[in-house]
């Protein structure tokens, strides 16, 4: 194990950014997000959680495929090179690293592979860091209902924990463990702050959030029950504004939109981040759209997340980080949606 | 290039242009492959589909019409999509000549379960312009190499004029034959039209094939599908002999994008085949 | 003269069971309990049973007007509204999205709104600055009077003293950050096109990724199509997740229409919408 002063973080951040690109939080106008560290001073660790999930670093909001001419005849095209540099990935709360494992499912576990999220998951490790279990709970919150820790460090290459005015880094994996032995400036920690450290990872199982546990099979089943009553959903979806602020800050969510934008003949096709939530999602080019009440989308939504995928990968698209509720416009607490259903 | 990323569309020539149907706004386009290897990756069953790219405009997800039993070439019949807005892919495509180049990214989806079929007869029901994959497979279940593998065939086709059929040659040429029995249908004839009249359900009715080793694949617009299945489930039909193929808006067609699900199934990499027993567990609204 | 939220709420609970009982209504559009005290949720309460669960406290901003779109014209609706959400509705009667005499307009005079994201303090800086609501069958609580007035553009001088290619570098500046989740858009109560402009692709108005040039493109024409709409409510600037400012530009653009043709959107059930409505001696302002 070992240690650094949080007071040193920058000149951690700067070494890091020397082995590679470093992804790490930084303060913004609303709020902290992930971003690609230019300057080493701007990485901060005084957050609770980020706006936007960390899902940007291997799902970003837009990734190029192709670059095209259209042309008269040959649309010459080129596809674009993903050259990746080793990227860390540092200050990721357990349930966005959890997160992670559950898209790894999605997008390189079944069917064809997607080579963008392989790509950028091997190139990445990723540096945890528990929660802060002196603070308060945050009202959201709802990760120890799936049964993730408050200090988990599974899914991390490195999992790190404050204590004090110090970091607490440890191996976890690995690659975890090449890369610490070859990071600096760090110094070895001593067997109490070993033991601090396993501790804490004890107490965060203990941290209580909202919600009980519950067992995913029953939740499916009982959403797919309850799937053509019309009166709940549509009592559920009465706030809703069917926007796509949860979709965006969602660490789970995946749908995207590939779409073709050109300018002067020369273009980019890319694909772009899309929310179930929108009016269009669905709508073909007859003008048929399967989902054009608000209801029907949030249900999409809920079903998707606490059924379909448990279906079809066995595990709750959902992470408990609270993003959903927390931005929401209109305050809708979506987990909540699951328990009224788990009622009816 | 196409196998290791399946976002990269293959390029493709259109070699040749068939106007379908009288309304001049369903046509056949055979493509082929400007690289051989392309080619020679390009393994698809009937029931497939595969994402017609025009860059600058976008992709459209087609059944293929052709069957693998065809060499050298795919083709697609492509509908003009879109009555107020039009789409903007098939418009562009129906825009292009013979020489045109696109891009393909395929084959997509599962096929029709040819071990399933085999050894077993089939009903094939279609209607309008749902036929294409059908096409596909009847050619395929024709073939002197496969004949053999299938019972008796039973073709019930019908569209809503003798000018909006599709194929009209082909159908033709499958009257002639002795090992397949051929039931052509409109809901209006014309001044020329020799043959029957009357919707496709009421034709299965009269046709009234036998449930008994028997496998019925349909694919029509919902008005027909409607009414069609409750024919064959008087007939006798089983939910898991009854074959169907969706189409939902895609965008990836491999299943990631997470656009075109019914319940917890993809269209796109779970079907778009699937049979009315698989139907039965999905939400029967999306 | 403290609010008394409590009271407001009590009002709001008995009136609501009363149109409801009486069937004068079937649809009451106010606000109800969120996860927790400080994050109540807009409500729609169509029996006496849900009325219960409505609340009032200073975390209740929503402008329950765009609600109002999603029910079929003709349905019978009450609904609670705040200054600038009354002036949203007067707007949507002009526009003939919704009946008049199919509303019971609860107004509720009010000042001491705070967001519940942020626990600001919402005053005119962010919204119109009114505190009595210009449309209303009934007063749920006693009009505000001797609060200061404070004019809604004060909030757009250190804007104004930039030149054009300040502000347009202070405009792209702000939406790099957009992430078009689209949360401005379906807040408004004013953006209820099917479909929205940028949701067509024929012609493709703006690009679907979020960079400048579709972010602009989206943002700008959006203030346009709100030009002389817009009641200046604020809740898209609340709704924007990462905090754009988007009431600098609305504020600007009902200021200019103000003093072109001396009218606010949605001030008074009398007008006409402004940009619809022709005068002789309208200002030939735009022309120059």
């Given at each position: 194990?070992?240690?650094?002063?949080?007071?040193?973080?920058?000149?951690?951040?700067?070494?890091?950014?020397?082995k590679g690109t470093l992804i790490?939080?930084?303060?913004?106008?609303?709020?902290?997000?992930f971003?690609e560290?230019?300057?080493?001073?701007?990485?901060?660790?005084?957050?609770?959680?980020?706006?936007?999930?960390p899902k940007s670093a291997f799902f970003p909001q837009m990734e190029d495929f192709v670059r095209?001419?259209?042309?008269?005849?040959?649309?010459?095209?080129m596809p674009v090179e993903l050259n990746l540099q080793p990227t860390f990935l540092?200050?990721?709360?357990?349930?966005?690293?959890?997160s992670f494992q559950?898209m790894d499912i999605h997008f390189s576990g079944t069917g064809a592979a997607d080579p963008y999220w392989r790509k950028r998951r091997e190139a990445t490790t990723i540096?945890?860091?528990?929660?802060?279990?002196?603070?308060?709970?945050?009202?959201?919150?709802?990760?120890?209902?799936?049964?993730?820790?408050?200090?988990?460090?599974?899914g991390?290459d490195?999992?790190?924990?404050?204590?004090?005015?110090?970091?607490?880094?440890?191996?976890?994996t690995?690659r975890?463990?090449?890369l610490?032995?070859?990071?600096?400036?760090?110094?070895?920690?001593?067997?109490?702050?070993?033991?601090?450290?396993?501790?804490?990872?004890?107490?965060?199982?203990?941290?209580?959030?909202?919600?009980?546990?519950?067992?995913?099979?029953?939740?499916?089943?009982?959403?797919?029950?309850?799937?053509?009553?019309?009166?709940?959903?549509?009592?559920?979806?009465?706030?809703?504004?069917?926007?796509?602020?949860?979709?965006?800050?969602?660490?789970?969510?995946y749908?995207f939109?590939i779409?073709?934008?050109?300018?002067?003949?020369?273009?980019t096709r890319r694909r772009v981040?899309?929310?179930?939530?929108?009016?269009?999602?669905?709508?073909?080019?007859?003008?048929?759209?399967?989902?054009?009440?608000?209801?029907?989308?949030?249900?999409?939504?809920?079903?998707?997340?606490?059924?379909?995928?448990?279906?079809?990968?066995?595990?709750?698209?959902?992470?408990?980080?609270?993003?959903?509720?927390?931005?929401?416009?209109?305050?809708?607490?979506?987990?909540?949606?699951?328990?009224?259903?788990?009622?009816? | 290039m196409s196998n290791i990323n399946p976002y990269i569309?293959?390029?493709?020539?259109?070699?040749?242009?068939?106007?379908?149907?009288?309304?001049?706004?369903?046509?056949?386009?055979?493509?082929?492959?400007?690289?051989?290897?392309?080619?020679?990756?390009?393994?698809?069953?009937?029931?497939?589909?595969?994402?017609?790219?025009?860059?600058?405009?976008?992709?459209?997800?087609?059944?293929?019409?052709?069957?693998?039993?065809?060499?050298?070439?795919?083709?697609?019949?492509?509908?003009?999509?879109?009555?107020?807005?039009?789409?903007?892919?098939?418009?562009?495509?129906?825009?292009?000549?013979?020489?045109?180049?696109?891009?393909?990214?395929?084959?997509?989806?599962?096929?029709?379960?040819?071990?399933?079929?085999?050894?077993?007869?089939?009903?094939?029901?279609?209607?309008?312009?749902?036929?294409?994959?059908?096409?596909?497979?009847?050619?395929?279940?024709?073939?002197?190499?496969?004949?053999?593998?299938?019972?008796?065939?039973?073709?019930?086709?019908?569209?809503?004029?003798?000018?909006?059929?599709?194929?009209?040659?082909?159908?033709?040429?499958?009257?002639?034959?002795?090992?397949?029995?051929?039931?052509?249908?409109?809901?209006?004839?014309?001044?020329?039209?020799?043959?029957?009249?009357?919707?496709?359900?009421?034709?299965?009715?009269?046709?009234?094939?036998?449930?008994?080793?028997?496998?019925?694949?349909?694919?029509?617009?919902?008005?027909?599908?409607?009414?069609?299945?409750?024919?064959?489930?008087?007939?006798?039909?089983?939910?898991?002999?009854?074959?169907?193929?969706?189409?939902?808006?895609?965008?990836c067609?491999i299943?990631k994008c997470?656009?075109?699900?019914?319940?917890?199934?993809?269209?796109?990499?779970?079907?778009?085949?699937?049979?009315?027993?698989?139907?039965?567990?999905?939400?029967?609204?999306? | 003269?403290?609010?008394?939220?409590?009271?407001?709420?009590?009002?709001?609970?008995?009136?609501?069971?009363?149109?409801?009982?009486?069937?004068?209504?079937?649809?009451?559009?106010?606000?109800?309990?969120?996860?927790?005290?400080?994050?109540?949720?807009?409500?729609?309460?169509?029996?006496?049973?849900?009325?219960?669960?409505?609340?009032?406290?200073?975390?209740?901003?929503?402008?329950?007007?765009?609600?109002?779109?999603?029910?079929?014209?003709?349905?019978?609706?009450?609904?609670?509204?705040?200054?600038?959400?009354?002036?949203?509705?007067?707007?949507?009667?002009?526009?003939?999205?919704?009946?008049?005499?199919?509303?019971?307009?609860?107004?509720?005079?009010?000042?001491?709104?705070?967001?519940?994201?942020?626990?600001?303090?919402?005053?005119?800086?962010?919204?119109?600055?009114?505190?009595?609501?210009?449309?209303?069958?009934?007063?749920?609580?006693?009009?505000?009077?001797?609060?200061?007035?404070?004019?809604?553009?004060?909030?757009?001088?250190?804007?104004?003293?930039?030149?054009?290619?300040?502000?347009?570098?202070?405009?792209?500046?702000?939406?790099?950050?957009?992430?078009?989740?689209?949360?401005?858009?379906?807040?408004?109560?004013?953006?209820?096109?099917?479909?929205?402009?940028?949701?067509?692709?024929?012609?493709?108005?703006?690009?679907?990724?979020?960079?400048?040039?579709?972010?602009?493109?989206?943002?700008?024409?959006?203030?346009?199509?709100?030009?002389?709409?817009?009641?200046?409510?604020?809740?898209?600037?609340?709704?924007?997740?990462?905090?754009?400012?988007?009431?600098?530009?609305?504020?600007?653009?009902?200021?200019?229409?103000?003093?072109?043709?001396?009218?606010?959107?949605?001030?008074?059930?009398?007008?006409?919408?402004?940009?619809?409505?022709?005068?002789?001696?309208?200002?030939?302002?735009?022309?120059?």
């Amino acid at each position: 194990m070992k240690k650094t002063a949080i007071d040193q973080l920058h000149e951690l951040a700067a070494h890091l950014m020397e082995k590679g690109t470093l992804i790490a939080p930084i303060k913004e106008d609303a709020g902290f997000n992930f971003r690609e560290i230019s300057d080493a001073k701007n990485v901060d660790l005084t957050f609770h959680n980020t706006i936007i999930s960390p899902k940007s670093a291997f799902f970003p909001q837009m990734e190029d495929f192709v670059r095209y001419q259209t042309g008269k005849n040959v649309p010459e095209a080129m596809p674009v090179e993903l050259n990746l540099q080793p990227t860390f990935l540092f200050g990721v709360r357990p349930c966005d690293v959890k997160s992670f494992q559950i898209m790894d499912i999605h997008f390189s576990g079944t069917g064809a592979a997607d080579p963008y999220w392989r790509k950028r998951r091997e190139a990445t490790t990723i540096l945890g860091y528990a929660f802060d279990l002196d603070a308060p709970v945050q009202a959201e919150e709802f990760y120890r209902t799936l049964g993730i820790g408050a200090a988990d460090p599974e899914g991390s290459d490195i999992f790190m924990i404050r204590k004090g005015e110090d970091l607490l880094l440890k191996s976890i994996t690995p690659r975890g463990e090449k890369l610490l032995a070859q990071m600096s400036p760090l110094t070895e920690a001593s067997a109490d702050e070993e033991k601090y450290f396993e501790d804490y990872i004890i107490r965060g199982r203990d941290f209580k959030t909202r919600f009980t546990c519950v067992d995913d099979k029953t939740v499916a089943k009982k959403l797919e029950n309850i799937f053509h009553n019309s009166d709940f959903w549509t009592k559920v979806s009465s706030a809703c504004l069917s926007c796509g602020v949860c979709t965006f800050v969602c660490p789970n969510c995946y749908c995207f939109d590939i779409c073709d934008e050109t300018l002067f003949g020369r273009g980019t096709r890319r694909r772009v981040w899309d929310a179930c939530m929108f009016t269009d999602f669905t709508l073909e080019a007859s003008g048929h759209n399967p989902r054009t009440q608000v209801f029907q989308r949030l249900r999409q939504k809920v079903n998707h997340k606490y059924s379909y995928h448990v279906r079809k990968y066995g595990v709750i698209s959902c992470v408990g980080c609270g993003r959903c509720t927390r931005h929401c416009p209109v305050n809708i607490d979506i987990y909540s949606i699951v328990e009224a259903a788990l009622k009816v | 290039m196409s196998n290791i990323n399946p976002y990269i569309p293959m390029p493709v020539e259109i070699s040749r242009v068939i106007d379908e149907v009288d309304t001049h706004d369903i046509k056949t386009f055979r493509f082929t492959f400007l690289n051989k290897e392309d080619e020679a990756n390009f393994k698809y069953l009937p029931g497939q589909f595969a994402e017609l790219s025009i860059y600058g405009k976008g992709e459209s997800p087609i059944g293929i019409a052709s069957s693998p039993t065809e060499p050298g070439y795919v083709e697609f019949t492509v509908q003009r999509a879109g009555t107020i807005v039009p789409g903007l892919v098939t418009a562009a495509l129906h825009d292009m000549n013979e020489g045109g180049k696109i891009g393909l990214r395929g084959p997509l989806g599962h096929s029709w379960p040819i071990e399933f079929l085999e050894k077993k007869n089939i009903v094939v029901v279609g209607g309008g312009f749902a036929f294409t994959t059908l096409r596909s497979l009847i050619n395929y279940m024709l073939h002197k190499d496969n004949r053999k593998r299938f019972d008796e065939i039973t073709v019930i086709y019908g569209a809503r004029t003798p000018g909006l059929l599709l194929y009209k040659d082909e159908l033709a040429e499958w009257e002639k034959r002795d090992d397949i029995k051929t039931v052509i249908t409109v809901d209006k004839g014309d001044e020329t039209w020799k043959g029957r009249q009357g919707f496709v359900p009421a034709v299965c009715k009269e046709v009234a094939p036998s449930p008994y080793n028997t496998v019925a694949v349909i694919c029509g617009p919902p008005v027909m599908i409607k009414f069609t299945l409750p024919v064959f489930f008087e007939l006798g039909f089983y939910k898991e002999n009854i074959l169907t193929s969706l189409e939902m808006r895609m965008k990836c067609g491999i299943g990631k994008c997470g656009r075109c699900n019914v319940g917890y199934k993809y269209v796109c990499s779970d079907g778009p085949v699937f049979s009315l027993a698989e139907l039965d567990e999905l939400p029967r609204e999306f | 003269m403290a609010i008394s939220f409590k009271q407001i709420e009590e009002k709001l609970k008995t009136e609501a069971k009363r149109l409801l009982k009486a069937g004068t209504v079937s649809v009451v559009l106010a606000y109800g309990k969120g996860y927790d005290e400080n994050h109540p949720m807009p409500y729609v309460a169509k029996n006496a049973s849900d009325v219960e669960n409505i609340v009032f406290n200073e975390f209740c901003t929503y402008n329950m007007a765009r609600y109002l779109v999603r029910y079929p014209r003709g349905t019978k609706i009450a609904i609670a509204v705040k200054a600038a959400d009354s002036r949203a509705v007067i707007q949507l009667v002009h526009e003939e999205k919704v009946f008049r005499e199919d509303l019971v307009v609860m107004g509720i005079p009010v000042y001491g709104m705070k967001n519940s994201k942020t626990g600001e303090e919402i005053d005119s800086r962010t919204t119109c600055g009114l505190y009595n609501p210009v449309l209303y069958d009934m007063l749920l609580g006693e009009e505000v009077h001797g609060q200061p007035v404070v004019s809604p553009y004060d909030v757009l001088a250190p804007y104004e003293a930039m030149d054009k290619d300040e502000r347009f570098a202070f405009w792209k500046k702000e939406f790099d950050r957009c992430i078009r989740c689209y949360a401005c858009r379906k807040a408004c109560p004013m953006c209820y096109c099917d479909p929205c402009f940028i949701d067509q692709n024929k012609p493709k108005w703006g690009d679907k990724s979020p960079q400048s040039s579709g972010n602009l493109m989206y943002h700008l024409t959006r203030f346009h199509h709100l030009a002389g709409r817009c009641v200046d409510c604020g809740e898209c600037s609340r709704a924007c997740p990462v905090n754009i400012p988007l009431y600098l530009f609305h504020k600007k653009v009902a200021r200019e229409c103000q003093e072109m043709f001396g009218q606010s959107a949605g001030m008074s059930i009398q007008d006409k919408p402004v940009l619809v409505n022709f005068r002789v001696d309208d200002s030939d302002k735009i022309l120059e």
